[in-house]
C-alpha cells in the first residue's frame, strides 16, 4: 500500500491545479494502480 501512496504523490505533483479533468484522471489512475498492485501482491 505504501507504492501506492507514493505513486499516487508522484502523480499529483506535476499537476499545478487539480480541475475537474485532472481529478478524475487521477481517481482512475488510482484505481488501475490498486488494482495493477493488488494482483501483483497474490
Known amino acids: 500500500m505504501a507504492f501506492w ?3 499516487n504523490t ?3 505533483l506535476p499537476i499545478p491545479g487539480l480541475n475537474l479533468g485532472s481529478l ?3 481517481l482512475l489512475y488510482g484505481v488501475v494502480l490498486g488494482v ?5 501482491r497474490r
Open 10 to 12: 508522484v502523480w499529483v
Open 5 to 7: 501512496a507514493v505513486a
Open 24 to 26: 478524475v484522471g487521477h
Open 36 to 40: 495493477v498492485f493488488a494482483a501483483v
